[in-house]
């Protein structure tokens, strides 16, 4: 079992910045991929993005590539969301996933293919 623990969210204004936090803890994160997706109101969870246990393969929605950056530090069994540039269309509550394998793909964009969530950290951007 992995436990994924997010932080990080708040309120920001538009063109601000945040940075998002995932903890984990359980089996050995440093072998797991992992991604993250968002939930805005009355929406379907969406693929933000991903990268793998190493970090040398990330992955990101077209939405947020060139604004959002995202990188692990296994040593503290973290992942991190960059958020720049932020936009109100980038308000929902955000979550962390992981899974044992990983190679880049619109398959890994689908909710059912991760394995371990978090239980979401909420992200307002105001205009």
């Known amino acids: 079992q992995v436990q994924l623990v997010e932080s990080g969210g708040g309120l920001v204004q538009a063109g601000g910045s945040l940075r998002l936090s995932c903890a984990a803890s359980g089996r050995t994160f440093s072998s797991y991929a992992t991604a993250w997706f968002r939930q805005a109101p009355g929406k379907e969870r969406e693929f933000v993005a991903a990268i793998s246990w190493g970090g040398g393969n990330t992955d990101y929605a077209d939405s947020v590539k060139g604004r959002f950056t995202i990188s692990r530090d296994n040593a503290k069994n973290t992942v991190y969301l960059q958020m720049n540039s932020l936009e109100p269309e980038d308000t929902a509550v955000y979550y962390c996933?992981?899974?044992?394998?990983?190679?880049?793909?619109?398959?890994?964009?689908?909710?059912?293919?991760?394995?371990?969530w978090g239980q979401g950290t909420q992200v307002t951007v105001s205009s």
């Open positions: 996933a992981g899974r044992a394998s990983y190679h880049s793909g619109s398959y890994y964009y689908r909710t059912e293919t991760w394995d371990y």
